[in-house]
């Protein structure tokens, strides 16, 4: 007979988070489009001002329709908790700021988003929180760049936009020998294709704009606390171990022991800076995690016969997705994500820029836009878009070469996304 | 706050106010392989209500130095040895499953501490099935899992959890992990051996309230009909849908028995 087991995956993807709605039976997640939650009276108040009764205030620290979603995603990755936030960059924001300050010091990948490398490299210093940036494949690197006041190891489970696979068990026992959490960005994979808690991983986060969400309808992110980072061990992280000014002297790790960190950027994070997700956002992702695992395995489906297309064609010079023949990491994404090393990667088309530009202009299927994770098709070349104005040797510097094509492969029926490659692909080298 | 009991470390949580003997006091006792944070939300209320709120770490839990007691009768006694070291003379006693047999036995053998008990998620006896001793004893991962599994209702593995954001089974298991290897068979072993329930409750003079989940799977509500008739005086709250982890899954309800009760 078999023992008693946790609720499945696509059980919790469905549910986690979300029994009827008390209210009025609701089946489906109600938004619940209010600013503000009234008090039934004074002491009840105070008590959820002051952490005693659990409840809603107001819409910016907690909404039941965000409840929703922070619960799911926290259950689908395997935390304790989890907060939706305006974006993907609020979230990676709010990890920070929750645990770091002027003075203090990051190590990160070199291989990220854009936007996330932005924040790290030119904004973050001007509040005095420096960033160094190492080789993603590289745990020497990680471990020789951390400093006394280093309080963060940061990486994305598969690198942008050159599908670098973070070693997460390599990189966690790093941080952790050195008394320090690692936060994953696990935007491209999604928990149904890599679980990084359950890698080592303490912090992760989404874009919920791409997958998580994965019609392309809405901006949002989400981080989720792993719960196992001990912060009062390592001595280094004061706004959890000491007692906050802010909040009438709480200290978290004292009261809330594992949920230390998720209640204080919630109560700091979310209450002071207000990157807050809107309830309708909040739904429209609960409505796509419906059905994550399934499209996540179509969305794998495609990309592997895209990428076998792509191999085989004449114009193509490379392709980089984990599971390609001589990708660096192809044994390691085959550990980690036996599941599939999702569905963004990039190639290079023979010509430079110039047939980069052509092939582009000449797709149908694919949509040309910055974003991925749509269940359509997404392609970006960002020699003639996101980088125009940088030359040959900037792009290079930013391991970006003048051919490189970016795609995000959707959920259509994958021979119409091969033909259309094809036929771009043909005007591409005219 | 930091007391010392038997030369050992004890810590309590205060909630950001040091125990005045003037003030009414709450004392907290968790259950296995738990520490104080599973009363945070109990504590910081009766503090802004002008009463004392204290949450042990019971020895060898939380940040509290070990071992771990190895009886029942142990941790009353060391309850009233808080108490002891904390200056305070009596107090309302509130436990938590294996916690409510620590308090039900020091109101029964102490009875000059204890204003009044509140059990939770508590039965006397407290028997635990070989299916969870046998790899608690091994510090196997099932066992945590089980007691995870077991310990809240099936509503609460699906969640809608009145904490904003909070995955409640993720939170419980991420509690019992901190747990050092060993502590939870001998909290376990503790509450099997245990039988001493029933008698003791006789011997209670204080008002008990039990507060009971509907649902609990580990202490059954239909478990606690013998202690409550040996109660002298007894309230009964039982928690529709709720299951064994009741502070989790239920916190206002909770509260709100516990707020009346003290008064």
Same mark, same amino acid.
């Not at chain 1, 620290?61 to 259950?75: D, W």
């Not at chain 1, 036929?423 to 005007?427: G, M, V």
């Given at each position: 007979?078999p023992g008693?087991?946790?609720?499945? +995956? ?5 549910h986690?988070?979300?029994p ?18 009234v ?11 002051n ?26 990755e395997?935390? %304790? ?5 305006a ?7 709010l ?8 003075g203090?010091h ?7 988003y ?11 210093p001007? +509040? ?12 020497r ?15 994305e ?7 670098e696979?973070l ?11 050195a008394?320090?959490p ?11 294709l890599?679980?990084?808690i ?10 919920? &704009?791409?997958?998580?969400?994965g019609h392309?309808?809405?901006i ?12 009062d061990a ?26 230390a ?22 739904f429209?992702v ?13 969305h ?5 016969e ?19 023949? #001589? ?8 550990? /980690? /994500? ?8 990039? +190639? ?5 820029r ?11 299927v ?6 991925v ?5 997404l ?6 878009t996101?980088?125009?104005r940088?030359?040959a040797?900037?792009l ?11 795609l ?14 094809g ?5 591409s080298?005219? | ?6 030369d050992?470390? @004890?810590f309590?949580? &205060? ?6 003997p ?14 104080r944070?599973?009363?945070? /939300?109990? #504590?910081r ?23 771990p ?18 200056g305070?003379?009596?107090a309302?006693?509130v436990?938590?499953?294996? #916690?409510?047999?620590a ?5 029964a053998?102490?009875p ?11 039965s006397?006896p ?11 004893r091994?510090?196997?991962? %099932?066992a ?20 904003? #954001? ?10 019992v ?8 068979f ?23 309230l ?17 202690l409550e ?8 709250? @039982?928690?529709r849908?709720?299951?064994h ?14 707020a009346? +009760?003290?008064g």
């Open positions: 007979m008693p087991r946790y609720l499945g +995956f696509d059980t919790l993807s469905l986690a988070g979300q009827p709605d008390p209210a009025t039976g609701a089946r489906a997640a109600p938004i619940y489009q209010s600013a503000s939650f008090f039934p009276d004074a002491d009840h108040a105070a008590g959820l001002f952490l005693e009764r659990s409840g809603h205030v107001y819409s910016r620290l907690s909404n039941p329709t965000n409840a929703m979603l922070e619960e799911r995603v926290a259950a689908l395997g935390g %304790l908790g989890a907060l939706a936030v974006s993907g960059q609020a979230a990676l924001h990890a920070v700021a929750t645990i770091a300050g002027a203090d990051l190590v990160a990948s070199r291989s990220l854009g936007g996330s490398h932005n924040l790290l490299e030119y904004t973050l001007r +509040f005095g929180i420096e960033t160094t940036f190492v080789d993603p494949r590289d745990a690197a990680f471990r020789a760049a951390i400093r006394p006041t280093t309080r963060l190891l940061f990486g489970t598969v690198g942008n936009p050159g599908c696979v070693d997460i068990p390599a990189i966690a026992e790093v941080a952790h020998e008394g320090l690692l936060l994953v960005d696990n935007t491209f994979a999604t928990p149904w890599c679980r990084p359950e890698l080592g991983a303490d912090l992760v986060y989404h874009s919920a &704009t791409k997958f998580l969400s392309g309808v809405v949002g992110g989400v981080l989720v606390d792993g719960g196992r980072f001990d912060w390592s001595g280094r992280f004061p706004t959890l171990s000491e007692p906050h000014d802010g909040f009438h002297g709480l200290t978290y790790t004292e009261e809330f022991g594992p949920a960190f998720i209640t204080r950027a919630r109560r700091e994070g979310l209450r002071d800076f207000g990157a807050c997700m809107a309830p309708t956002t909040a429209y609960l409505q796509g995690l419906e059905t994550l695992s399934i499209r996540m395995d179509r794998v489906a495609n990309t592997r895209v990428v076998a297309f792509l191999e085989g064609h004449d114009a193509v010079e490379w392709v980089s997705y984990p599971e390609a023949k #001589g990708h660096p990491d192809r044994e390691l994404a085959s550990r /980690l /994500l036996p599941k599939g090393a999702g569905a963004v990667f990039s +190639f290079g088309v023979r010509g430079g110039a047939a980069g530009q052509r092939f582009i202009e000449r797709l149908e694919f949509s040309h836009l910055a974003n994770g749509d269940a359509k098709s392609v970006i070349h960002p020699a003639s996101t980088h125009h940088m030359d040797e900037a290079a510097a930013a391991g970006i070469s003048e051919g490189l094509i970016r995000s492969v959707g959920i259509e029926d994958p021979a119409d996304l091969t033909a259309d490659l036929r771009a692909l043909r005007a080298q005219r | 706050m930091e007391l010392r009991i038997d050992r470390r @004890v309590a949580a &205060t909630y950001g106010r040091e125990p005045d003037g003030r009414p006091t709450v004392l907290f006792v968790h259950g296995a392989a738990m520490d944070t599973v009363w945070t /939300l109990f #504590g209320y009766f503090v802004r209500h002008e009463h004392n709120a204290i949450a042990v770490d019971l020895p060898g839990h939380g940040r509290s130095e070990g071992p007691l190895e009886s029942i009768p142990a941790m009353a006694d060391w309850v009233a040895a808080l108490l002891d070291a904390a305070i003379d009596s309302f006693l436990g938590h499953s294996m #916690g409510s047999l308090v039900l036995d020091a109101a053998r102490h000059e501490r204890a204003r009044g008990i509140v059990l939770v998620g508590t006397a407290m028997p635990v099935t070989d299916a969870l001793l046998d790899p608690a091994a510090n196997e991962r %099932l945590l899992d089980l007691l995870t599994l077991w310990g809240h209702s099936a509503r609460a593995h699906v969640g809608g959890f009145s904490v904003p #954001g909070m995955w409640m089974t993720g939170g419980g298991l991420r509690l992990e901190r747990a050092a290897p060993g502590v939870l001998a909290d376990l072993d503790a509450c099997n051996r245990y039988a001493d329930g029933i008698e003791r409750a006789r011997a209670v003079r204080c008002p008990a039990l507060v009971l989940g509907e649902r609990d799977s580990m202490t059954p509500a239909r478990a606690v009909r013998d008739a040996a109660l002298p005086v007894s309230r009964r709250l @039982v928690i849908h709720g299951g982890q009741l502070m989790s899954e239920r916190p206002n309800q909770v509260l709100d028995a516990l009346e +009760f003290v």
